[in-house]
C-alpha cells in the first residue's frame, strides 16, 4: 500500500487469564522497546468492550488494520495480532503464549521475513534487528492450493448435509 508512514512500535499483548507474561517480564520487554523506540511506544487490543453494529463492522475492521499499518513494529502474543501484522506487511514479533495455536499459525507463515517468533522476551532486541527494512507485502499464493483443497472439503460436507 503506498504511502504508508510508519512510526514506532505497537504492543498488543494478552490481558486475560491466558495471558502467559508476567509483570517483570513485561517491564524488560518495555525497557527493550524504549532502547529502540524512545516514547514512541503505543499499546492496542484486540478487544472490544462493546457490540459493534454489522453496519460498522468493515469500517471498525478498516480501521484496527490502519493501526497496525501504522506501526514500524508490532509486538504481540495474540494470534489476531500476528494475523493482522502479516497481512498488513508490518513487522512483528510474535511472543510466544500458552495457546499453541499462535505457533501452530505462525508455521503457516514463518516464511515470511519480517515476521518473528520469540520464545524469550530477553530475544526481542535481537529479533528485532534481524527483521529486513521494508516495505513487506503480504504473499499467501504459496497456500493456495491448502486454500482449494480446504474449499472442496467444505463444500463436500455442505452437500452431504
Same mark, same amino acid.
Given at each position: 500500500?503506498?504511502?504508508?508512514?510508519?512510526?514506532?512500535?505497537?504492543?498488543?499483548?494478552?490481558?486475560?487469564?491466558?495471558k502467559t507474561i508476567t509483570e517483570a517480564q513485561q517491564?524488560?520487554?518495555?525497557?527493550?522497546?524504549?532502547?529502540?523506540?524512545?516514547?514512541?511506544?503505543?499499546?492496542?487490543?484486540?478487544?472490544?468492550?462493546?457490540?459493534?453494529?454489522?453496519?460498522?463492522?468493515?469500517?471498525?475492521?478498516?480501521?484496527?488494520?490502519?493501526?497496525?499499518? *501504522?506501526?514500524? #513494529?508490532?509486538?504481540?502474543?495474540? @494470534?489476531?495480532?500476528? +494475523?493482522?501484522?502479516?497481512?498488513?506487511?508490518?513487522?512483528?514479533?510474535?511472543?510466544?503464549?500458552?495457546?499453541?495455536?499462535?505457533?501452530?499459525c505462525y508455521e503457516w507463515i514463518k516464511d515470511l521475513?519480517?515476521?518473528?517468533?520469540?520464545?524469550?522476551?530477553?530475544?526481542?532486541?535481537?529479533?528485532?534487528r534481524q527483521i529486513p527494512s521494508g516495505p513487506h507485502?503480504?504473499?499467501? *499464493?504459496?497456500? #493456495?492450493?491448502?486454500?482449494?483443497? @480446504?474449499?472442496?472439503? +467444505?463444500?463436500?460436507?455442505?452437500?452431504?448435509?
Amino acid at each position: 500500500m503506498a504511502g504508508i508512514y510508519r512510526k514506532g512500535c505497537m504492543i498488543c499483548l494478552r490481558r486475560d487469564r491466558e495471558k502467559t507474561i508476567t509483570e517483570a517480564q513485561q517491564e524488560h520487554l518495555q525497557e527493550q522497546l524504549l532502547r529502540l523506540f524512545g516514547s514512541d511506544i503505543r499499546w492496542s487490543d484486540m478487544n472490544i468492550d462493546k457490540s459493534v453494529p454489522v453496519s460498522f463492522r468493515t469500517t471498525a475492521l478498516e480501521e484496527k488494520l490502519n493501526e497496525f499499518r *501504522s506501526a514500524e #513494529l508490532v509486538v504481540t502474543d495474540r @494470534l489476531h495480532g500476528m +494475523i493482522f501484522a502479516a497481512i498488513t506487511g508490518t513487522s512483528c514479533i510474535v511472543i510466544n503464549s500458552k495457546s499453541s495455536k499462535v505457533r501452530g499459525c505462525y508455521e503457516w507463515i514463518k516464511d515470511l521475513d519480517y515476521i518473528r517468533f520469540a520464545d524469550d522476551i530477553e530475544q526481542i532486541e535481537d529479533l528485532y534487528r534481524q527483521i529486513p527494512s521494508g516495505p513487506h507485502r503480504y504473499d499467501n *499464493s504459496h497456500l #493456495l492450493p491448502y486454500y482449494e483443497e @480446504l474449499k472442496k472439503l +467444505i463444500l463436500e460436507t455442505v452437500r452431504r448435509s
